[in-house]
């Protein structure tokens, strides 16, 4: 039988989201049902309620940063049972035959990964689903493991905002005596600054805000740099062997480039929405990389989250009622938020 989920959609893109049933499907073999407890909110999914990217199909249910507890399983799950606490990222599926998907890193899907929400189901054509909705029923090959160790509703947004910071620092393999920039201080540059103090990095924060100098030592940066202060930005010229950029807004990648060691690399983890103007300089002479990086596959993930319970690590959230998602949405757009907003998903009952 199928699982009616109570949730807030998007009706349209110019429509602000609201109270919606849905219909979770029957388990199939492999499948297991989630009552979900938070869901973070991330920046893509004001992107894709207001379908600023194209492509949005509505009504729509964001949502891919989901913490929950198992509440029924398939005949043929092994790897999970009732009562599990579990997460849900931005996958809920992938291919699974393709090198990417073979290699462990689904979300390079060679046909596309599915997304957990907005996107299109592999057996029934279906549109997915995400977590701003009281269940989710997923495949238990994309369902992670959550300690209790620490607190569920900041644990949430490790599924996106976690896994994006994470899976590039442990690709270049970021560890001690490493020098390390983090560009931007928000959803992403916050978690990014954390975990590669935990690696043991020596961490830089860049941000154009004198007022978030201060929050970034709180979080582990050794010492902050207002990045359009000329003369503080030239006292650390071929110096960084990594620079994560995890600014979604148009800015100037050169400032940056110019900052790393010879053979140093800079990787994108926002997405502007204007190409940048790259000088091939600083490239060519110092044997520089400039890179990008998309969240992690499956594996990577738990490895994540198993190293953020070891060290201890979550995010900063600022929790709500998920009547207030609207003003959310809002309040992100101007960076009002320090630095997640996660829902609690018992509110839906009241909403």
């Known amino acids: ?76 799950v092994k790897g999970f049972k009732v009562g ?29 990964f599915t997304g957990t929400y907005n996107g299109k189901d592999r057996h029934d054509g279906s549109t997915t689903y995400g977590g701003y909705s009281s269940h989710i029923v997923v495949d238990e090959a994309f369902v992670l493991r959550v300690s209790d160790k620490l607190p569920l509703n900041a644990v949430a947004p490790l599924l996106c905002a976690g896994i994006t910071t994470y899976s590039p620092l442990r690709f270049w393999k970021v560890g001690p005596g490493d020098k390390v920039g983090v560009v931007g201080l928000g959803g992403l540059g916050h978690m990014a600054v954390k975990i590669a103090n935990a690696m043991g990095a020596h961490v830089v924060l860049f941000t154009t805000s004198p007022s978030k100098v201060a929050d970034a030592v709180r979080l582990g940066a050794k010492e902050a740099v207002i990045s359009n202060d000329k003369k503080a930005m030239s006292a650390h010229l071929n110096s960084f062997d990594f620079i994560i950029d995890c600014v979604s807004a148009p ?27 790259i000088e091939m300089a600083p490239l060519v002479f110092k044997r520089r990389h ?62």
């Not at 869901?39 to 913490?67: L, T, Y």
């Not at 073979?102 to 390079?108: D, P, T």
């Not at 100037?252 to 502007?272: F, Q």
């Open 1 to 76: 039988m199928s699982i009616t989920s109570l949730s807030y959609a998007a009706p349209a893109a110019s429509v602000p989201l609201a109270p919606f049933t849905i219909d979770r499907r029957a388990l199939r073999p492999k499948d297991v049902s989630i009552d979900i407890l938070y869901c973070g909110v991330c920046h893509s999914d004001v992107h894709q309620a207001r379908d600023e990217w194209g492509g949005s199909k509505f009504p729509m249910v964001p949502g891919h940063e989901i913490v929950g507890r198992i509440a029924a399983v398939g005949p043929e």
């Open 84 to 112: 599990d606490t579990v997460g849900v990222g931005c996958m809920v599926d992938s291919c699974r035959t393709c090198a990417a998907c073979q290699e462990g890193v689904e979300q390079y899907c060679e046909k596309g």
């Open 290 to 351: 400039l890179a990008g990086s998309l969240i992690g596959g499956v594996a990577e993930t738990q490895e994540m989250l198993d190293f953020c319970a070891e060290h201890g690590i979550v995010s900063d959230v600022e929790v709500i009622d998920i009547k207030h998602i609207n003003e959310a949405y809002d309040r992100m757009v101007k960076s009002d938020v320090k630095y997640r907003f996660v829902i609690d998903i018992a509110t839906l009952k009241a909403a």
């Open 251 to 277: 800015h100037d990648l050169n400032a940056y480039m110019v900052l790393l060691k010879r053979e140093g690399t800079m990787t994108l983890v926002g997405v502007p929405d204007k190409p940048p103007t």
